[in-house]
C-alpha cells in the first residue's frame, strides 16, 4: 500500500484547509486510515481515524469539533479542517492500518510523506 498526501498550506487562523490521503497498491486489504501530526520540536500525536468496516471515526481531543474525516467511494481519506489555530500547525502525516482501529502509531503499517500545515496568527 502507498500513500500519497497533499494539500498543506499556509492559512490565517480561523480559516479553514483540506488535506487528501490517496491510497493505492492493495487498497481492500486496509482496515483503518488515520491522520497524525508533528509540530515543531515535539513528537509525533494522533489527530484522528476512520475505521473503513466498523464505519467509525474518532478524533484526538484537541482536534474533536473542528476537524472531520470522510472517506469517498475511490478509499481517498480527507481531513478537513477547520477554525485552524497557529497550535495546529504541523507536518501532518495519513497512515494506513490493516488489522485494527487505535491511536497509537505502532498500529500503522503504511504512512505518507507528510504534509505541511501553517497557520499564522
Known amino acids: 500500500v502507498q500513500l500519497q498526501a497533499s494539500g498543506g498550506g499556509l492559512v490565517q487562523a480561523g480559516g479553514s484547509l483540506r488535506l487528501s490521503c490517496a491510497p493505492s497498491g492493495r487498497t481492500s486489504s486496509i482496515y483503518v486510515m488515520g491522520w497524525f501530526r508533528q509540530a515543531p520540536g515535539k513528537e509525533r500525536e494522533f489527530v484522528g481515524y476512520r475505521s473503513k468496516y466498523a464505519d467509525s471515526t474518532v478524533y484526538a481531543g484537541s482536534v474533536k469539533g473542528r476537524f472531520t474525516i470522510t472517506e469517498n467511494a475511490k478509499n481517498t481519506v480527507y481531513l478537513q479542517m477547520n477554525s485552524l489555530k497557529p497550535e495546529d500547525t504541523a507536518v501532518y502525516y495519513c497512515?494506513?492500518?490493516?488489522?485494527?482501529?487505535?491511536?497509537?502509531?505502532?498500529?500503522?503499517?503504511?504512512w505518507g510523506q507528510g504534509t505541511l500545515v501553517t497557520v499564522s496568527s
Open positions: 497512515a494506513a492500518g490493516i488489522s485494527y482501529a487505535s491511536s497509537r502509531e505502532t498500529s500503522y503499517e503504511y
